[in-house]
């Protein structure tokens, strides 16, 4: 009997979808962010603008992205959208910079995160636990557990898409439910009327604070015109990140039931969801950290959001309402919250590879279904690079240059409605765009202004992301000569 499939299948419902796109956007971001944007912007009011406008600009994307989900419900996503709207060399550099950094950074950083949350529970998982020190390699407790989880997802994933939507579905509504336990127990047991006061009696004081790396001290600047600007749009770098990950179902189309309608009501739930609870999240941490906080406080009030132990604001939090105990359960929860991330995303992305192998783009190997009805050559080389970043240690730094491709990308993929209505007009769009063509440009606008922020003024992370993009055209042209298109006979039965 054949040890391949012919084609996908579809399997993944609407409970699903929505575990999927709730679930891969909540990882660890939510639980530690908030620090480095409180730095920031300075101010309770900023801070939670800057939540609210992340939440704005990727439920207007979502909302906008629903019509290509509609209109192209099939395995790959982003990539064939981007195909479709301006050929094939953008579509083989938005999934160069994926399978680079993008998601298999992405996998290895958030399995990182899990590990070191483990080192909670069971303190030999530790950064300082060295296994092996080959001079230039050193294999840590962390980096092993990080790239065993990484392996146990490949595995389970590697079985079907039933195996891995379960998984999801578990670990996605737990941390749903754990996230919205904490809402209540920080409401109801931390809830410090003195720091109310203090952080909600001047919303709108924003300061930028700067740490000087040879004393320690902080340093605090008044913002206000455009350098409060700048403050809100490099600060919103972070939340942007927590809240991504929202498209990665589009990448499933072919095993999606009802794709057309499905696709799109995953991800307006999903972005819904996640928006309210993160922001509901924010402010439950103001209800019970001051925001402005000393870099050599001895404890977590002192401390506060901005200077919150590794920027574990969660933690802190924790720690101030229920001791050790709530400490340990917060561990949990991100251990439970990157675990589920990460299957999230370890499940889509390969769909997106496929479909470049399928336009001869990438290894052919990558264009076949095991007998399971899964890439799994895919699964199984995403997992060998993103193990190997875990390893590198550089995947944070690859994370970093890559921000402004994902942006560049995201603007393509919501420009291309509009390019698509006057190429297609007469193609079906069981859903069209919400607000055509005003939601779809708010969220250009917002993006592309992020975008020019980032050459501005973080122009060395801006410039590796866009050279990385820009590597992608030669290797576009080596991979084209190299491979040919598969026959249409070789396509999915979908």
Do not use: H
Not at 16 to 27: C, K
Request: aromatic share 12%; hydrophobic share 50%.
């Amino acid at each position: 009997m054949s040890q391949t499939s012919t084609g996908f299948k579809r399997e993944i419902k609407l409970f699903d979808a929505v575990m999927l796109v709730a679930g891969s956007m909540i990882g660890s971001g939510i639980f530690i962010v908030s620090a480095d944007i409180g730095r920031s912007v300075g101010s309770t009011g900023y801070l939670l603008l800057v939540w609210a406008l992340t939440g704005l600009m990727t439920l207007a994307g979502a909302l906008s992205y629903g019509e290509l989900t509609s209109l192209m419900p099939r395995a790959g996503g982003q990539y064939v959208y981007l195909r479709e709207s301006y050929g094939k060399l953008v579509a083989f550099l938005y999934g160069w910079t994926l399978f680079l950094v993008i998601q298999s950074g992405t996998i290895a950083a958030v399995a990182v995160a899990f590990a070191k949350f483990t080192g909670v529970l069971v303190p030999w998982f530790s950064v300082d636990n060295v296994l092996v020190d080959l001079g230039f390699l050193k294999l840590t407790s962390v980096q092993l557990l990080a790239i065993g989880s990484i392996v146990l997802l490949t595995i389970i994933n590697q079985q079907g898409v039933k195996n891995g939507t379960f998984i999801q579905n578990i670990f996605g509504s737990t941390k749903i439910i754990a996230l919205f336990a904490l809402l209540g127990f920080g409401l109801w047991l931390g809830t410090d009327a003195d720091v109310m006061a203090l952080n909600f009696s001047n919303l709108w004081d924003a300061q930028s604070v700067v740490l000087d790396p040879t004393t320690g001290e902080a340093t605090r600047t008044r913002l206000s015109g455009w350098a409060l600007t700048v403050g809100i749009g490099t600060a919103m770098i972070g939340s942007l990140f927590s809240s991504d990950a929202w498209n990665n179902i589009g990448f499933s189309g072919d095993e999606i039931v009802n794709p057309k309608r499905t696709i799109v009501l995953s991800m307006a739930i999903g972005t819904t969801l996640v928006t309210l609870l993160y922001i509901l999240i924010n402010v439950v941490y103001l209800t019970i950290l001051p925001l402005n906080g000393d870099p050599a406080g001895t404890d977590v009030m002192a401390r506060g959001i901005q200077f919150a132990s590794n920027d574990r604001v969660a933690t802190a939090v924790a720690e101030v309402f229920g001791g050790s105990t709530a400490t340990i359960g917060i561990a949990v929860l991100i251990m439970i919250s990157t675990f589920g991330c990460n299957n999230g995303v370890i499940l889509s992305a390969p769909r997106v590879y496929y479909a470049m192998a399928k336009d001869g783009l990438f290894f052919s190997s990558m264009a076949k279904l095991n007998k399971n009805s899964v890439p799994g050559a895919a699964l199984t080389i995403q997992c060998v690079w993103a193990s190997l970043l875990c390893l590198s240690g550089s995947y944070s730094d690859l994370l970093d240059y890559v921000i402004f491709s994902v942006l560049l990308f995201y603007i393509l993929t919501i420009a291309g409605i509009f390019i698509l209505r006057r190429t297609m007009p007469d193609a079906p769009r069981p859903y069209k765009a919400i607000g055509y063509p005003v939601l779809p440009a708010i969220y250009i606008l917002m993006a592309t202004f992020i975008c020019l922020l980032l050459l501005m003024y973080k122009t060395e992370n801006a410039g590796w992301g866009l050279a990385l993009v820009i590597v992608g055209i030669p290797v576009y042209y080596f991979f084209g000569n190299k491979f040919q298109k598969l026959d249409d006979g070789d396509a999915p039965l979908t």
